[in-house]
């Protein structure tokens, strides 16, 4: 049974550019939200989506984006990169509705914006 | 405002020490949940706390949500250097609009257990 996957797993990105991370949920998983950590911090919640809309959104600009595919699938976006992008992003699954609400993390994507 | 504060934020012991790892908040959550991650990995969890007071041991470590949902901790006995990695407390927050939530994290605790 995969787990949750995410790639590429580094990236190295200019300020200014924009970036895609995919991420593809552990199976019978149809909810994905997003994470932003930084070194030796805990994850900072992004956004989630369920049902290919998003359902939740943490206190990130609208430079972040996202989507979700029917298979469940999502991607996260990040226009006009700046310096402080630079972090491990995180993909995590789960199922749609239910409590306790644990969630299961990929390895995440390295992202270094120079 | 970091909603759950982690305490001590690094640990360095020596293999064979006790130590515990303090997760508190002003917030009541639904539940209490703590993860592991290692270098490099994605956080992977350990347990779930639902019940105020429950308490949840798994091998060397017992987890105990606070009797208000409101904290946490977890104890590690006889620490080993395999136990080394960043501990995570997340709180679950219930959505009004949903029938799910979101984890709120703590900021972490680096832990380093040396043979």
């Known amino acids: 049974d995969a787990g949750v996957t995410q790639s590429p797993t580094h990236l190295i990105k200019t300020r200014g550019q924009q970036v895609t991370l995919r991420c593809s949920p552990k199976?019978?998983?149809?909810?994905v939200s997003w994470y932003q950590q930084a070194l030796g911090q805990g994850p900072q919640f992004i956004f989630q989506?369920?049902?290919?809309?998003?359902?939740q959104r943490g206190n990130f600009p609208d430079r972040f984006s996202g989507h979700q595919f029917p298979n469940y699938s999502s991607e996260l976006n990040v226009n006009a990169l700046l310096l402080g992008d630079s972090a491990l992003y995180l993909c995590?699954?789960?199922?749609?509705?239910?409590?306790?609400?644990?969630?299961?993390f990929g390895p995440g994507t390295r992202l270094t914006v120079t | 405002t970091q909603l759950l504060e982690q305490s001590p934020q690094f640990l360095s012991i020596q293999e064979g020490e006790n130590l515990t790892v303090y997760c508190n908040s002003s917030?009541?959550?639904?539940?209490l949940q703590w993860y592991r991650q290692e270098p490099g990995e994605g956080p992977v969890l350990l347990v779930t706390?639902?019940?105020?007071?429950e308490v949840k041991k798994l091998k060397r470590l017992t987890f105990q949500f606070g009797d208000a949902r409101k904290d946490s901790s977890l104890h590690i006995t006889a620490a080993q250097p395999g136990d080394t990695g960043l501990y995570l407390c997340?709180?679950?927050?219930?959505?009004?609009?949903?029938?799910?939530?979101?984890?709120?994290f703590g900021q972490g605790t680096t832990l380093q257990v040396k043979p």
């Open positions: 917030s009541v959550f639904s539940s």
């Open positions: 995590a699954s789960s199922p749609g509705t239910g409590h306790p609400y644990e969630q299961y």
């Open positions: 706390v639902v019940t105020g007071g």
């Open positions: 997340a709180g679950e927050m219930i959505l009004s609009s949903s029938n799910t939530g979101k984890l709120i």
């Open positions: 989506y369920y049902e290919e809309e998003e359902r």
């Open positions: 199976s019978g998983h149809d909810t």
